[in-house]
């Protein structure tokens, strides 16, 4: 499944995102510039990060969501 998640440096969002790697699914996340990612760290390089934040435009926010078939908001 590809899913699409915000808030995924935070305590919720980045548990969320460690269960939906070790089940295999593609994760997109929308990541602030200024997000400390020390616990999600590991996940970067196997997730697509998009550097906005949910307050942004939503036609941005569509087009980072791409071929998302569930969108998760923990931010």
């Known amino acids: 499944m590809n899913v699409f ?3 995924a440096s935070g305590f919720v969002g980045s548990h969320l995102l460690d ?3 070790a089940e295999n699914h593609r994760v ?4 602030r510039p200024t997000s400390d990612t020390r616990f999600i760290a590991g996940h970067l390089a ?4 998009t550097y ?6 939503p036609r941005r ?3 980072a969501m791409g ?3 569930v969108a998760v908001h923990s931010a």
């Open 61 to 63: 926010l569509t087009a």
């Open 5 to 7: 998640l915000t808030g």
């Open 19 to 21: 269960r939906l790697r």
């Open 28 to 31: 997109s996340i929308l990541l």
């Open 67 to 69: 071929d998302a078939e």
């Open 52 to 57: 906005g934040s949910v307050n942004d435009d």
């Open 46 to 49: 196997e997730v697509r990060v």
